[in-house]
Nanobody, 119 residues
Framework: QVQLVESGGGLVQFGGSLRLSCTAS????????LGWYRQAPGKQRDLVAR???????NYADSVKGRFTISRDNAKNTVYLQMNNLKPEDTAVYYC?????????????WGQGTQVTVSS
């Protein structure tokens, strides 16, 4: 079965940095769009950053200029470099892999990794 495994979360101080990684197995990684989402307690899960199979990226306004998403297809891994972290970035971060092939959707999620930013 398909697996997405996140790592790199943790506790960091205001203004610090973290790099999240998500490694996928059992998918043709290079053809998937990949995304990072986050969910804070009591809130909905929101898109943070996304990268297409062609390498185009988009970001939530709240993280533009601070976060960078990238992918390494040879390693089946997508990264989220997070700089200048703020307490409002505290959330569980989830990796997503998505593919629309014809009229069939392939939509996979990781288990999440906690990021906590202290003030």
């Amino acid at each position: 079965q398909v697996q997405l495994v996140e790592s790199g979360g943790g506790l960091v101080q205001f203004g610090g940095s973290l790099r999240l990684s998500c490694t996928a197995s059992r998918i043709i990684f290079s053809i998937y769009a990949l995304g990072w989402y986050r969910q804070a307690p009591g809130k909905q899960r929101d898109l943070v950053a996304r990268i297409t199979d062609g390498g185009s990226t988009n970001y939530a306004d709240s993280v533009k200029g601070r976060f960078t998403i990238s992918r390494d297809n040879a390693k089946n891994t997508v990264y989220l470099q997070m700089n200048n972290l703020k307490p409002e970035d505290t959330a569980v971060y989830y990796c997503n892999a998505y593919l629309l092939a014809g009229n069939k959707e392939y939509d996979y999620w990781g288990q999440g990794t906690q990021v906590t930013v202290s003030s």
